[in-house]
Structures are given as structure tokens and as C-alpha cells.
């Protein structure tokens, strides 16, 4: 048995790299985001058997609307040695579908799970990259995993895997609160299957200029026009923002989900939550995880 937490993750804005890459490894975006200290823990229990078999659970419910962690499991048992009975719990601490990165923080942390419960020996960088691979194979993310494995305020630089794309970390020394309002889920695999045409340019334009202020505010600003280009702070995610934007607090929606999100420094928190009370939906208040994924 081992168990294992992935940080959930937000993308205010991303760019998918054109060129000639056809392998996993260098698939992937490029864009900026952060970690949430809130996200999945993954216990992994693995017995001999007879024949190969496994079962999924999330929040001690039998699932099989878990196609990423199927991939992982199914990756896993092909490298083993012997048939095993895998039996995985998925321990969600963040809603499915809402741009909080769920598909990506099952997929880490279920693939660190396995890695020590089934002695494979895979490096912490080997063992995350099959969890990318497995994001890019149901196409339910791109930069998230790698994002997930280094934690904190990311600027993606480069696309790719763990130990193939590269993250540059913008140091915010806890003294901002993630305040996070979901309030309708977005498929990202339909999403990322009809609309790349919308999204590239836009996202490698806003990284260089991240690059140069390493500003929360500019990131939260440019978070919203990204957003707003692809028509997602329209609809119910308008009147949070404005009540947000009332209080001169800049906010944008998590890609991708009907979800409002904002950094603030901590002494802002509580207003900001208050702004966010009375409009339905799920309201997080939590810490950037700056560890990244990790086995417990
Ligand atoms: N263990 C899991 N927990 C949640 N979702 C999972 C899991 N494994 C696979 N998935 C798939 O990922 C989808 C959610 O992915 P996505 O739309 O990217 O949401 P998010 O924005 O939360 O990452 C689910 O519909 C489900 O098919
Ligand atoms: C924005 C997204 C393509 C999907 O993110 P999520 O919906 O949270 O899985 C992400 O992986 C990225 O590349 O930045």
C-alpha cells in the first residue's frame, strides 16, 4: 500500500507550441498558473493474483468515469513482473471539471502511488511523466501535470513533460490567498478538441511579459483577457468578477471551468470571499501549494 498528494493547479493562460514533436515527452503547453494546497490523495493497494485486475473509487465511490487513472493503472500493470489486482481510492478534495486540474492530480498522484506500491523503481520524474503522458492520451490536459510536479506560482516556459519542459517559479512567500469560486464544470477534452484555433498566440505574448514583471496583478490581468478572448468571462462567471472588480480586486476564470479565481494578499482574503458569498457554487479559500507533488 502507499499513498500519495497532488496539489490541484490553475491556468489563467496558456499556449499550445506549434512543431514537429509527434512523442508524449514534448507534447504539452506552455503558460503560466498555480498550485492549490487542496487537491488529490491517492492510496494505491496492490495484491498477487491470478490474473490482472483492478477497481477504482472516488470519495469511496466505485467509479468508471476515470478514464486518466485507468491509463495510469493499466500503464503500471504492463510494466509489472506478474499479474496483480490494483485497487486505487481516489481521495478528492477539489471538484471534477471545474479548471482546478482534477484529471492531472489524479494522474500524478496515483502514478507516485504505484510506483512505490508496486517497488517499479521509476524516478519521481519517470513516474510523472506517465502521468503527462496520460493527460496528452485522454486529452484531458497539457501543462497541468508538470505544473502539479513543481507546485507554486508557475510560469511554464518551455512545453512538456516532467524533466523535459521547463517551469520558472515566481516566488509569492505566502503572503497570498488563492480565493476560488466554481460554479459550473467545462469539459477540457472538448474544449482543447474545438477551440485550439482560438487559443494560440495570445498566451506566448503574456508569458514574455510575465517574464519581465513577475507581477501578481499583471498575471491576474492578462488571466482575464485571455478568458474573456475565448468568450468564458461572459455568461456566470460576469457578476463575481464585477463584484470582485468593485472592491478593486482583478480576478479571471480557471481554465478550463465556469470558475472564478483571484490571488490576493492575505489581508484582502476575507473581503474577497465576502465578494464571492451569495452567488451559488463552491467557494475555495486556500494557500499556493509550493511543494509540488509528493508521496506521503
Ligand atoms: N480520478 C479522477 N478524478 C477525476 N476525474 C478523472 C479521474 N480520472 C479521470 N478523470 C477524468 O477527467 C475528467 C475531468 O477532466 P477535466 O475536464 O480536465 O477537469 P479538470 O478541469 O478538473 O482537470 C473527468 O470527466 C474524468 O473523465
Ligand atoms: C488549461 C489546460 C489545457 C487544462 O487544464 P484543466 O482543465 O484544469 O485540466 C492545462 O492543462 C494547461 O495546459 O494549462
Known sequence: MAKAFSPGHITGFFEIPYGSYSHFLHKGSKGAGFSIDRGISTTAYVYESATTDYQISINGVRSSNVDVSKWVVEEYLKLADRPYFVNVEHDIGIPVGFGLGSSGAAALSLSYALNEALDASLSRTQAA?????????????????????????????????????????????????????????????????????????????????????????????????????????????????????????????????????????????????????????TLLVCNVDSNGARVL
Open 129 to 281: 511523466q506517465i502521468a503527462h503522458h496520460a493527460e496528452i492520451a485522454c486529452k484531458t490536459g497539457l501543462g497541468t501535470v508538470i505544473a502539479e510536479f513543481a507546485g507554486g506560482f508557475e510560469m511554464r516556459t518551455g512545453a512538456g513533460a516532467p524533466g523535459v519542459g521547463s517551469v520558472v517559479k515566481i516566488d509569492l512567500e505566502n503572503y497570498y490567498k488563492a480565493v476560488v469560486l466554481c460554479l459550473a464544470p467545462i469539459s477540457t477534452k472538448s474544449f482543447l478538441t474545438n477551440m485550439m484555433d482560438e487559443i494560440n498566440g495570445l498566451g506566448g505574448v503574456m508569458l514574455s511579459k510575465l517574464s519581465k514583471s513577475r507581477s501578481v496583478d499583471e498575471f491576474l490581468r492578462m488571466s482575464h483577457e485571455f478568458a474573456e478572448t475565448l468568450g468564458l468571462t461572459e455568461g456566470k462567471c460576469k457578476e463575481p468578477i464585477a463584484a470582485l472588480k468593485a472592491l478593486g480586486i482583478e480576478s479571471s476564470v480557471a481554465l478550463f471551468g465556469q470558475t472564478v479565481f483571484t490571488l490576493v494578499p492575505q489581508t484582502r482574503s476575507k473581503q474577497a470571499r465576502d465578494a464571492l458569498k451569495g452567488f451559488g457554487g
